[in-house]
C-alpha cells in the first residue's frame, strides 16, 4: 500500500530519503505496510476512531461547519525517531525550560534580565500576561513550569526549531498515551522490528513532580486538577491525567478558601489542599483578583497562594514568557541564565513593534506568517502564501493599527509525513508537541505528540483547526 507513496521535493521527508528509500530506523516500519492491505488498514483506522469516540475522546474545532465535537482524528502510521535524534532534541528542551523557569523567577522578583537590558522592559512589563498581581509571591521550589509543552519543526533539512513555547496551560498529553494504546491494541505487527521505549511511567513522574512542588515539602499533599468543567475543549485531557495520576478532579464548587487555607468539599469534611494542577486561565481564576465576573474561580486562592499555603501548577503569571514576541529572546536568556548556547533554535522572528522590522514585514507579507502574540490554537495567523487578497488586506490593516500585538516569521517548509487519506498514503506536514515535565531536573516525556495538517498544502497542524495525531516512537 505504501510503496506508491511520492515524497515531495522541497519539504523534509520523516521515512523516506532521496529517490523515495526509506531511512534506515524506518525500512522494518516500510516493509511490514507493504503487506498490509489498505482496507485492512482503513479497517483498523475506523476502529480506532470508533475507540476513541466510545472513551469521549473528543476536541472542539470552533471552525468546522459540521459540528464543533468530534472524536481526535488519528493516523496509523508512527512517526519514529532514532535515539541518537532523540537525545539532541531531549538536552535542548530540557535546557529551554530551565532558562523560561529562571526566566519567570527573576522577573517576578529581581528582574535581573530587564535591570541588565537583555531583554526590553517594556516588551515584559506591557504584556498582558505580566501579572504585577503576583510580583514577589515565592513559588515553592522556585518551580513556575511543572509542565511545557513545546512545539518543534524541522525545515527543508531536517534541522528541528523551537516554533512556540507553551507554559501557560499546555494541553494534548492524554493523546499521547491514547495513540499508544490504540497502535498497539490494533497495529501491533508494526512494533514487532521495534524496540520503542515506553510511556508507562510518565504518568508517575508527573505525580511525583507535583508533590515536589507542595509547601513546606509536605511528604503526603493532597493534589487536585482544577477544570472548567465538562463543557471545555480539552475536558477529556484533564479527567484522564486526574484519573492516571490518582488525584482528584474539581471545579471550582469543590474548593473553598478559608484564611488563607484552600479546602477540597468531602463527604467528611473539609480537606486542606497543597497543590492546585489547575487548566483554567489566569484571569478566570479568582475573581477577587482578575475578572470579576468569574464563575469558574475560587474566590481568596490568590491570597492562599502568596499566604504559601498552595501551590499553583502552572505558575500564575506564565504568560509572560510564552508570547510570541517574548519567544524571540529564548536563546537570550539561556546565554544569561545557563552561560550556555542554544541547543535547539528559533524560528527567525520580526518584531513588528520594530520600525525596520514593521517595514520589512509589510514589504513581504505574501511570504511570511503573521500571528497575534497572544493567541494560540493556530487561531489570529495569517499564512502569506495560502492568503486571499481579501484576507492579507485584512491584518495588513489590524497590523498597522497596533504593530506591537504582532509578530512575523519566515513560512517554514515543515517536514511531511506519509500519512493515511481516503486517497491512499499520502504526504501531509507535522510538527511535534514535546512534553517536558519540571522536578528537580526538567524529564522530557519520550516522543510526544506528532500533529497532522490533515488537508492538503495545510501548515496548520493544531487539534482546534482540525488537524491529527500521531503516535510518536522514540527507539531504544
Known amino acids: 500500500m505504501i510503496r506508491n507513496y511520492a515524497a515531495s521535493n522541497g519539504f523534509f521527508d520523516e521515512m523516506f530519503e532521496e529517490l523515495n528509500a526509506p531511512r534506515a530506523h524506518y525500512q522494518p516500519l516500510y516493509e511490514n505496510m507493504s503487506k ?25 474545532v470552533y471552525n468546522n461547519t459540521e459540528g464543533t465535537e468530534r472524536t481526535m ?7 519514529i525517531i532514532s535515539k541518537e535524534e532523540w537525545a539532541k532534541v531531549e538536552k535542548g528542551l530540557q535546557q529551554r525550560v530551565l532558562a523560561l523557569n529562571a526566566f519567570l523567577d527573576d522577573i517576578y522578583s529581581e528582574q535581573n534580565i530587564l535591570n541588565e537590558g537583555v531583554i526590553p522592559r517594556d516588551l515584559v512589563v506591557t504584556s498582558p500576561h ?51 494504546f490504540v497502535m498497539r491494541k490494533l497495529f501491533p505487527d508494526l512494533f514487532q522490528d521495534y ?26 499533599p493532597t493534589i487536585v486538577l482544577l477544570t472548567p468543567g465538562v463543557y471545555n475543549s480539552a475536558y477529556y485531557d484533564h479527567s484522564f491525567l486526574a484519573k492516571e495520576m490518582g488525584i482528584e478532579l474539581v471545579e471550582a464548587r469543590d ?53 504559601g499555603n498552595v501551590s499553583i501548577a502552572n505558575g500564575v503569571g506564565n504568560g509572560v514568557a510564552d508570547d510570541k514576541a517574548t519567544y524571540a529572546y529564548v536563546p537570550d536568556m539561556i546565554r544569561f541564565y545557563l552561560k550556555e548556547e542554544p541547543i535547539l533554535n528559533n ?19 505574501d511570504h511570511l506568517v503573521f500571528k497575534e502574540r497572544n493567541s494560540s490554537g493556530g487561531y489570529n495567523m495569517l499564512i502569506g502564501p495560502q492568503a486571499t487578497e481579501e484576507e492579507k488586506d485584512l491584518f495588513r490593516s489590524k497590523v498597522i493599527a497596533n504593530p506591537s500585538a504582532f509578530i512575523a516569521q519566515p513560512t517554514i517548509s515543515l517536514s511531511q509525513s506519509p500519512t493515511f487519506t481516503d486517497e491512499g498514503i499520502k504526504g501531509r506536514h507535522v510538527d511535534l508537541r514535546a512534553f517536558v515535565v519540571l522536578n528537580e531536573i526538567p524529564h522530557v516525556v519520550p516522543g510526544g505528540l506528532t500533529r497532522v495538517a490533515l488537508r492538503e498544502g495545510s501548515l496548520v497542524v493544531n487539534s482546534s483547526q482540525g488537524g491529527g495525531g500521531k503516535d510518536t516512537w522514540i527507539l531504544d
Open 36 to 60: 498490509l492491505d489498505k482496507e485492512v488498514v482503513k479497517s483498523r483506522y475506523q476502529l480506532a476512531q470508533q475507540n476513541f469516540l466510545r472513551q469521549g475522546i473528543t476536541f472542539t
Open 130 to 180: 505580566f501579572y504585577h498581581q503576583v510580583y514577589g509571591i515565592q513559588v515553592p521550589a522556585k518551580n513556575h513550569i511543572f509542565i511545557a509543552g513545546i512545539d518543534l519543526i524541522r525545515d527543508h533539512e531536517g534541522n528541528y526549531l523551537v516554533l512556540e513555547d507553551n507554559i501557560r496551560n499546555p494541553s494534548g498529553l492524554s493523546y499521547v498515551f491514547q495513540n499508544r
Open 195 to 220: 524496540s520503542v521505549e515506553s510511556l508507562e511511567n510518565q504518568l508517575h513522574e508527573m505525580h511525583a513532580a507535583l508533590k515536589y512542588i507542595a509547601p513546606n515539602k509536605k511528604q503526603q
Open 255 to 307: 474548593l473553598v478558601v478559608n484564611n488563607q487555607v484552600v479546602y477540597m468539599k468531602t463527604t467528611k469534611g473539609l480537606k486542606q489542599v497543597d497543590v492546585i494542577y489547575r487548566r483554567i486561565d489566569d484571569d478566570f481564576l479568582d475573581p477577587l483578583v482578575f475578572r470579576e465576573d468569574s464563575l469558574i474561580g475560587i474566590p481568596g486562592l490568590i491570597d492562599a497562594y502568596r499566604a
Open 73 to 79: 482524528p488519528f493516523d496509523p502510521l508512527p512517526r
Open 347 to 365: 524560528v527567525k522572528t520580526y518584531q513588528l513593534s520594530k520600525q525596520e522590522d514593521f517595514d520589512y514585514a509589510l514589504a513581504n507579507l
